[in-house]
């Protein structure tokens, strides 16, 4: 009962940092329709920004997401706009291989500077854990936990309750539509692009605190994040919310349970049962006139 | 019709002496040429290294050891009057790419030699394919049990003086030497199911079990696991005394950031890969943790190994730094190069079939592994020393006849 209750405890604090990391994906995909598959190399890029501002100027990671995520908007910004935007409307089906190439590109440019060295973030409460009977809470995994929930809460305002969050569910729901009330559909997807990176900045700095990452870390991370979004659907939060979760807590689990080497089966069991009953994913919407 | 004239005679044989005089000139001048080309042209060797992946830290640490030795050689006219030059291609940590980069080292670079990458996975099919081609497969860092299994012929390994079966029972001669009450009674085995991580870490459970300490947890798990959390909450749950993890380094770094979280500290804790890396151990894991934790290696930067100062003065000349910086991985591929030129300069030649007899049958001396004889399947059959952190440094701890520092036991719990 102990491992099983401390299996859930570490697997759904992790699942809240997943969560974080898929939020910008869901963005993506709401606003263009777009699968970014930069979006595990924009979490290692946010990992290693906040390493550098622990190990160079002593700043903690934690606060230096203020920096960061600002830093990283710009960026996502800027790439929205010098490469997705220009075949948005002519070739659209060339946006995943143009994500993949920012991917493969960025992560380059970190292995020169930083080589493929492995790294992680390790404060003074790195390696802080609270005890409550036998079982074992780490302080970075609540922290990190408590600030995905925080920014995905301030996301999900954003998007229900402010003139832009209106202009983002218009674009998603119907582009051509919004374009005529007045809204400015390419100058939306670069923002909302860019919030993309600024979460995956966010989430950066908290995988670096509780994993070690190097350039190629975006290989694990990609796969598992496009995993989480169908489970949960493609443009919904809640979906990726509960998808995070899920991986998250089905993992632990099953490594603790079971075996390591059966710890990914579970979720992709789940995933290929939930894709046969409801191929929309658990909260996605289904487009008029799919089979 | 006329007849030939004695002027048209003339400049026929005119023609033909100036023709036989150029081709006997081009002749010799094709072989001045080819001689001078031999002479002159370098000695390339193919190397194959993870410079991304899984293995990047390590594949990077190998690139500096191979570069350090050919400059060093070409300092001293290279080998048999020709230079070494290197060609390194990245095989990301993989056995496909690994392989292909070899073939192509072969069928279109046609390379003179070949060097070893790092680790038993892709050490081994390498070594396969160059095996076809007759060529020379000198490594350093892959010694698992599958790569001496398939007894390859061209086989040599020269980076430490054992298998990886043999490297880690130094570790549990060294806990069973201990007094019976000294001893740990239980143990957990959290194995990364490479063959190298495994075959090291089965020969000592295997060991252990026939003197008597109980396993109380075994598990493997796949190289693709970034959080074992779960595996090492397993292993507390077990509650042993020992923990011998089968792990390279990335995995090792995380079960110990693992076993940090679960406030897991064991009494001892014996490490396949891992803690031998001097700057990203300590560095992902805190260097207030560090102190305790025991792998197997024949080298460290103040080790007293023939040409050790040499090598270390030579390191930080070229490439900066600090002793305490140097992974042994680079000592590991600077000794394939020792172990290549030692064949040349014994065969004076340059064909891959000599120098494969020759180090097949006599000893040779490098930094990694000292004077060894290497088996037909290329195995060497020598002991590794065992490491500690001690006084934050990894220092050798056992044979005592070799040890920098006494073996400091049981681990001290974990600062915060």
Not at chain 1, 19 to 25: D, E, F, N, P
Not at chain 2, 374 to 382: D, L, Q, R, S
């Amino acid at each position: 009962m102990t491992v099983f209750v401390q299996a859930l405890i570490l697997g759904g604090l992790t699942g809240g940092v997943y969560a974080l990391m898929t939020s910008g994906l869901t963005l993506s995909f709401g606003t263009m329709r777009v699968i970014n598959l930069a979006q595990g190399i924009f979490v290692v890029l946010g990992s290693y920004l906040s390493y550098l501002f622990f190990t160079d100027v002593h700043i903690d990671p934690i606060l230096s997401i203020l920096i960061t995520a600002p830093a990283m908007f710009v960026l996502g910004f800027v790439l929205q706009t010098i490469f997705l935007r220009p075949i948005r409307y002519n070739a659209h089906s060339l946006s995943l291989v143009m994500t993949w190439v920012m991917a493969i590109g960025i992560e380059g440019v970190l292995s020169i500077i930083f080589t493929t060295n492995q790294r992680s973030i390790v404060t003074s409460y790195a390696n802080t854990s609270w005890t409550f009977g036998p079982f074992e809470v780490p302080a970075v995994r609540v922290y990190a936990f408590a600030l995905s929930i925080v920014i995905l809460a301030g996301l999900y305002f954003l998007l229900e309750f402010s003139k832009f969050g209106r202009a983002v569910r218009a674009t998603s729901q119907r582009e051509s539509a919004a374009k005529l009330l007045g809204v400015n559909t390419d100058r939306v997807s670069a923002v909302a692009f860019g919030i993309g990176c600024a979460t995956a900045a966010a989430a950066g700095c908290l995988y670096g605190l509780i994993f070690i990452f190097n350039p190629n870390t975006q290989y694990d991370l990609i796969g598992r994040l496009l995993a989480i979004v169908v489970l949960g659907g493609l443009g919904s939060y809640k979906g990726a919310f509960i998808g995070a979760m899920t991986l998250g807590i089905c993992e632990a689990l099953v490594q603790s349970f079971i075996s390591p080497q059966w710890s990914d089966l579970p979720f992709f069991l789940i995933l290929a049962l939930v894709l046969i009953l409801r191929p929309q994913g658990l909260f996605g919407l289904r487009e008029r006139g799919a089979a | 019709m006329t007849r030939p004239t004695l002027k048209g005679r003339s400049f026929t044989r005119s023609s033909a002496v100036l023709l036989l005089s150029f081709s006997a000139l081009a002749a010799y001048g094709g072989v001045v040429t080819s001689t001078a080309s031999a002479s002159s042209k370098p000695v390339v060797v193919g190397i194959s290294l993870s410079l991304s992946g899984d293995f990047s830290s390590t594949g990077q640490a190998g690139k500096l050891g191979y570069e350090l030795w050919a400059s060093q050689v070409n300092a001293h006219g290279g080998l048999l009057g020709r230079k070494v030059k290197l060609i390194i291609a990245s095989d990301a940590s993989t056995p496909n790419q690994a392989q292909t980069n070899y073939e192509n080292f072969i069928t279109h670079d046609h390379v003179t030699l070949l060097a070893g990458p790092y680790s038993s996975l892709l050490n081994l099919p390498s070594a396969k394919l160059a095996n076809r081609y007759h060529y020379l497969f000198v490594e350093g860092a892959g010694n698992g049990p599958a790569v001496f299994g398939a007894c390859l012929p061209n086989l040599v390994f020269a980076g430490g003086p054992a298998s990886a079966t043999n490297a880690g029972l130094v570790w549990a001669r060294y806990i069973l030497s201990l007094p019976k009450s000294k001893r740990p009674k239980t143990a957990a085995y959290p194995d990364l199911n490479t063959s190298f991580s495994l075959g090291e870490a089965d020969a000592i459970q295997k060991m252990f079990q026939r003197h008597g300490i109980k396993t109380v947890y075994h598990t493997v798990y796949p190289a693709e696991t970034v959080d074992l959390s779960g595996v090492m909450e397993s292993v507390k749950a077990a509650d042993p005394q020992m923990v011998v993890s089968g792990t390279q380094d990335t995995d090792g770094f995380a079960q110990v950031k693992a076993a940090l979280d679960l406030k897991f500290s064991p009494k001892y804790w014996f490490m396949t890969n891992g803690p031998e890396n001097p700057v990203q151990f300590p560095a992902t894991i805190g260097k207030q943790n560090v102190t305790g934790f025991f792998t197997t290696d024949i080298w460290t930067p103040t080790a007293s190994n023939p040409g050790n100062p040499q090598f270390v003065s030579a390191y930080l000349k070229k490439f900066g730094g600090k002793a305490t910086t140097i992974n042994s991985t680079a000592a590991e591929t600077y000794s394939v190069g020792q172990a290549i030129q030692f064949a040349v300069k014994k065969t004076h030649s340059l064909t891959n079939e000599k120098l494969i007899r020759v180090l097949h049958k006599d000893s040779f001396t490098t930094l990694a592994s000292g004077t060894i004889h290497v088996n037909k399947c290329g195995e060497p059959h020598g002991n590794q020393n065992l490491e500690e952190w001690v006084n934050g440094k990894i220092q050798i701890v056992w044979p005592k006849a070799v040890s920098q520092h006494a073996p400091l036991i049981p681990k001290p719990a974990w600062k915060s």
